[in-house]
């Protein structure tokens, strides 16, 4: 009988212990994400004198499957009906030079975790701010990336945490539309109620330069991030100003970043498509389809 107990004892612990890990190595990859890359270039074909824009949904920390599933013929469609060709890929290798000279934008669609080399990085830097236009989506602006020149330039805030009470909530968001950076705002729902994962960040964009398009109103939601033990110190918001979406300029290139896009619905509201295609127009100084 002594030993059945044992038996169940060392059985119950190595369950315990297993747990443990797995826990502890998931949330690791979610904060910090794992440093794999890619070296080896894809193959493209593109054609010449086409307006080009990338996707890339590389994900070394949390993936967004059901999202980057819905969201690739999402834009797919999007750029077909806008007559621009799409190429779509989870290479790291695809950020250099000679082929990021082929796409007139690119879209980081959820990226998570540290997903460049140094010298891709850089390719990166000098394609934007050579006149290169960038989108960032949801995940890009997590906290995962670790890439200092990347949070400053491009997301402008560093990530906090999303609401956990629940995940998801409907809430209001409002239109800002300035005449500064000329971002082509018209046409675009002026407020409007819709469901996604809303991110908290430390700091306001708009305090750190960036142009805010839209504002989540905080009062139609709960920022509670309290999740368990994991995280007891995330019980706050933005406060009453609460930006969602924003852009800037870096040196001739332009940036553009959405906090919204999380879940697979977000990819069929046309609302939330007409802002993904017009920050594609603005950030690639594209002229609209007539």
């Not at 797919?76 to 000279?101: P, R, V």
């Not at 890439?147 to 402008?156: A, H």
């Not at 939601?221 to 309290?226: C, R, S, V």
Request: with cysteine.
């Amino acid at each position: 009988m002594n030993a059945i107990i044992k038996w169940v004892l060392f059985v119950l612990v190595l369950i315990l212990l297993v747990g443990s890990y797995t826990l502890y190595t998931f949330v690791d990859r979610i904060k910090n994400g794992v440093e794999e890359y890619d070296y080896d270039p894809p193959e493209l074909t593109i054609r010449e004198a086409t307006t080009a824009i990338l996707v890339f949904t590389k994900t070394n920390a949390y993936i967004h499957k059901e999202a980057i599933k819905a969201s690739v013929p999402a834009l797919q469609k999007l750029c077909a009906d806008q007559g621009w060709e799409m190429y779509h890929t989870e290479n790291g290798a695809i950020f250099n030079e000679s082929q990021l000279s082929l796409f007139d934008v690119i879209i980081w669609n959820n990226v998570s975790g540290p997903v460049l080399t140094d010298i891709q990085q850089n390719a990166m830097i000098d394609y934007i701010e050579k006149g290169g236009g960038f989108i960032g989506i949801h995940a890009a602006g997590d906290g995962s990336h670790k890439w200092t020149w990347y949070r400053e330039n491009i997301i402008g805030a560093e990530y906090s945490h999303h609401p956990m009470n629940p995940q998801f909530q409907e809430a209001k968001i409002h239109l800002e539309c300035d005449t500064i950076l000329s971002f082509p705002c018209d046409e675009l729902s002026t407020s409007f109620d819709r469901t996604d994962e809303w991110y908290i960040f430390m700091d306001n964009p708009r305090n750190n330069g960036m142009r805010v398009l839209y504002t989540v109103d905080e009062s139609t939601i709960n920022p509670d991030g309290q999740f368990y033990l994991l995280q007891r110190d995330k019980k706050f918001g933005m406060g009453k100003d609460h930006p969602i979406a924003w852009y800037n300029t870096i040196k001739k290139g332009r940036s553009f970043y959405s906090a919204m896009g999380h879940t697979a619905d977000s990819w069929i509201e046309e609302a939330h498509l007409d802002i993904i295609r017009k920050a594609i127009l603005w950030t690639g100084q594209i002229q609209p389809k007539k």
